[in-house]
T-cell receptor
Framework: DAKTTQPPSMDCAEGRAANLPCNHS???????VYWYRQIHSQGPQYIIHGLKNNETNEMASLIITEDRKSSTLILPHATLRDTAVYYCIVGSPGATNKLIFGTGTLLAVQP | ETGVTQSPTHLIKTRGQQVTLRCSSQ?????VSWYQQALGQGPQFIFQ???????GRGNFPPRFSGLQFPNYSSELNVNALELDDSALYLCASSTTFGGAAYNEQFFGPGTRLTVL
């Protein structure tokens, strides 16, 4: 079973920031938080990951709470092409890096 | 740098048949993972290959098997196909070094398998 909880769907206006929440209350000390997204009919795409510090890259920002029990993925200026299912995944770089996907959040960016 | 490629893109088989799906990993990656994604669900981990050996397996029966080749490409074989095997099969490549597998996986576009 997935170790994360996400809302099933969210809407966001084009050009506005999209803030996608994720709860991972059972995360352990060596586990990272990963975000992937899957645009319809395509393979999942890696977005960002973090351990305990906030992270930013060209696609998004990841804010992890101090207790690490939840996080938020921020798309600063959502476009229609950001409409996708977003998956929050907890995992560690162990010997087998299988990703355990939940059902994710369907983000619909509205014009 | 080439991305992950998969072939074929679509495939139709009948129950009881066997199928082979192929994956070429991203340049520089030495680990391949396979996932099954049923309609409306998140991808489910099937297994992973590293150094041409299976290196972890999800909850899938033995009729799901795989191979990894010296160039790190991989095959997924499914025997005795069942209707429930109809799904999108995704291949992902990544890097393992120093005994640690890094979870930044790069996915191919998938193969859509339909079993009639």
């Amino acid at each position: 079973d997935a170790k994360t909880t996400q809302p099933p769907s969210m809407d966001c206006a084009e050009g506005r920031a999209a803030n996608l929440p994720c709860n991972h209350s059972t995360i352990s000390g060596n586990e990272y938080v990963y975000w992937y997204r899957q645009i319809h009919s395509q393979g999942p795409q890696y977005i960002i990951h973090g351990l305990k510090n906030n992270e930013t890259n060209e696609m998004a920002s990841l804010i992890i709470t101090e207790d690490r029990k939840s996080s938020t993925l921020i798309l600063p200026h959502a476009t229609l092409r950001d409409t996708a299912v977003y998956y929050c995944i907890v995992g560690s770089p162990g010997a087998t890096n299988k990703l355990i996907f939940g059902t994710g959040t369907l983000l619909a960016v509205q014009p | 740098e080439t991305g992950v490629t998969q072939s074929p893109t679509h495939l139709i088989k009948t129950r009881g048949q066997q199928v082979t799906l192929r994956c070429s990993s991203q340049s520089g990656h030495n680990t391949v993972s396979w996932y099954q994604q049923a309609l409306g669900q998140g991808p489910q981990f099937i297994f992973q290959y590293y150094r041409e050996e299976e290196n972890g397996r999800g909850n899938f029966p033995p009729r799901f098997s795989g191979l990894q080749f010296p160039n790190y490409s991989s095959e997924l074989n499914v025997n005795a196909l069942e209707l429930d095997d109809s799904a999108l099969y995704l291949c992902a490549s990544s890097t393992t070094f120093g005994g640690a597998a890094y979870n930044e996986q790069f996915f191919g576009p998938g193969t859509r398998l339909t079993v009639l």
